[in-house]
């Protein structure tokens, strides 16, 4: 997608160096930083440099051709995929991308290892863009549908947190079917949930659909509910971290008390998800390992001053305790329905199973 009208991706491999957009320092400033070790690959998933389940697997792929560069040894690769399945521990994709590409390197000779382990974090990289691509013409039939029945007027789509094309290659996950929409000449506007602490939505969401032109107006996290009550969110479209077989959903913390909102209000509740994020392995969500982060997130907040200067200031009393959770879990009951690559499905081991046999 677009920044200042020039395309980019998330994230890229050129002269044996990977290239991210620092998202850290997002909206503010766009900075495009090199990793080139299999530590700043860990380091930049651990700061969220990176961030968005999607974009740290594709990350960790191209951590493990960085670590393949440094030290062509089966034990340091070993040491690396561990590394980085667990610089973060909600998202699936993470391990799921680590696993896919020792699975390829198994067996191989030194000689071949890094042409075939670079080909690999491509495919995996190409693929997203293209299962995110598929998940937005799936979802906009639904977005249409609303248009249609409103007589063409304004859609307005409520979204958590960023699970837009910062968050994954291209494209995005949740924001893939509202550009879809758009492109069409659909009328859309979109509800961002600033997503405290971190603000994903304010600094993410919001920056990404304003260069792509598409109205947006940010709002508090606990806003959600009383634009439901008042019939001005006519959708909810989230990103997903972890999807279980049963269709329960791991996403940013605040997605669940969104979900509860939209079911009291009849406002549909839509996930969107590439395959990667499935967990076909845990059956009991609170056997999800919940991240839990530093309690500065919270503590502090940052932002730019009246002289363009990036300034961090505390919030609280330092006494003050703080907990950090930064997931939660949707059940599938409140869940629409499942947004993916292969079509929409119910939130539920038949619905899922359907599509991925
Ligand atoms: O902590 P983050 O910013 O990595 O969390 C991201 C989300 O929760 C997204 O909604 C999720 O990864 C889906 S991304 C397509």
Redesign the pocket.
């Known amino acids: 997608m677009k920044i200042e009208g020039k395309s980019y991706r998330t994230i890229w491999f050129e002269n044996n160096e990977v290239k991210i957009i620092d998202q850290t320092k997002l909206p503010h400033n766009f900075i495009i930083k090199n990793l080139r070790t299999v530590k700043d690959a860990i380091q930049a998933i651990k700061t969220?440099e990176v961030?968005?389940?999607?974009?740290?697997g594709a990350t960790a792929a191209y951590g493990l051709v960085l670590s393949i560069i440094e030290k062509n040894d089966l034990s340091f690769l070993k040491k690396s995929s561990e590394d980085l399945i667990s610089s973060?521990p909600t998202?699936i994709n993470l391990k799921w991308a680590v696993d896919r590409m020792i699975k390829k390197l198994s067996g191989v000779n030194d000689k071949d290892i890094l042409k075939i382990a670079l080909a690999e974090a491509i495919s995996i990289v190409e693929e997203d863009v293209v299962f995110c691509k598929n998940i937005g013409l799936n979802g906009l039939k639904i977005i249409e549908e609303i248009s249609n029945k409103k007589d063409k007027e304004t859609v307005n789509i409520l979204t958590?947190?960023?699970?837009?094309w910062l968050?994954?290659i291209d494209w995005?996950?949740?924001t893939s079917p509202i550009y879809h929409a758009h492109q069409k000449g659909i009328k859309v506007h979109v509800w961002v949930d600033e997503t405290r602490p971190?603000n994903?939505g304010a600094n993410l969401t919001s920056y990404e659909l304003n260069e792509e032109g598409i109205p947006n107006t940010v709002i508090t996290d606990n806003a959600g509910g009383i634009l439901m009550q008042r019939g001005k969110v006519d959708m909810c479209i989230?990103?997903?971290?972890r999807t279980l077989s049963n269709g329960d959903v791991c996403?940013?913390i605040g997605?669940y008390l969104k979900a509860l909102a939209a079911k009291d209000n009849n406002v549909p509740f839509y996930v969107?998800?590439p395959s990667s994020?499935i967990d076909w392995n845990i059956r009991d969500h609170k056997q999800i390992p919940i991240?839990e982060r530093h309690t500065e997130e919270l503590s502090h907040v940052e932002g730019i001053d009246k002289d363009n200067q990036i300034r961090r200031v505390r919030i609280y009393p330092k006494k003050s305790k703080s907990l950090n959770l930064?997931?939660d879990v949707t059940p599938a009951k409140y869940v629409s329905g499942l947004i993916t690559e292969k079509g929409i499905c119910e939130a539920s081991e038949k619905g899922l199973k359907g599509l991925f046999k």
Request: include cysteine; charge should be positive; aromatic fraction near 2%.
């Open positions: 969220m961030r968005g389940a999607p974009l740290i973060r998202a958590h947190c960023n699970a837009g968050a994954t995005g996950t949740a971190r994903q989230v990103g997903t971290d996403n940013k997605t969107a998800l994020t991240e930064a997931f």
